[in-house]
């Protein structure tokens, strides 16, 4: 259960679970120079949406922090501005 599916891919939506499949999948991206903003679909009881910022500082990738959201953002767009980071 662990790795994570590829967008459309088929993974652990609810918390009835196939062992065989990943917990997570890969929704969108917005990716710059020095910051990606990544959301990924996480399945099971309370199913969300994780979106995590990047900053590329002193040649390595490091979290600024991830928001827990209810649905999925649709766009680029829409990733970047829902949450305040445009």
């Known amino acids: 259960m662990d790795g994570i599916a590829d967008s459309g891919g088929d993974y652990n939506v609810t918390d009835v679970v196939n062992p065989k499949l990943p917990m ?5 991206a917005a990716v710059g120079d020095d910051c990606a903003v990544i959301a990924v679909e996480r399945g ?7 979106i995590t910022e990047y900053r590329l500082t002193g040649g390595a990738w490091h979290s600024l ?4 959201v209810g ?3 649709n766009s680029t767009d829409e990733l970047l501005t829902w949450h305040g980071w445009r």
């Not at 997570?24 to 969108?28: A, D, G, P, T």
């Not at 099971?44 to 994780?50: I, N, P, Q, R, T």
Request: charged share 25%; glycine share 10%.
């Open 71 to 73: 649905q999925k953002p």
């Open 65 to 68: 922090g991830t928001e827990n």
């Open 24 to 28: 997570r999948r890969f929704s969108l």
């Open 44 to 50: 099971g009881y309370s199913h969300y949406f994780e």
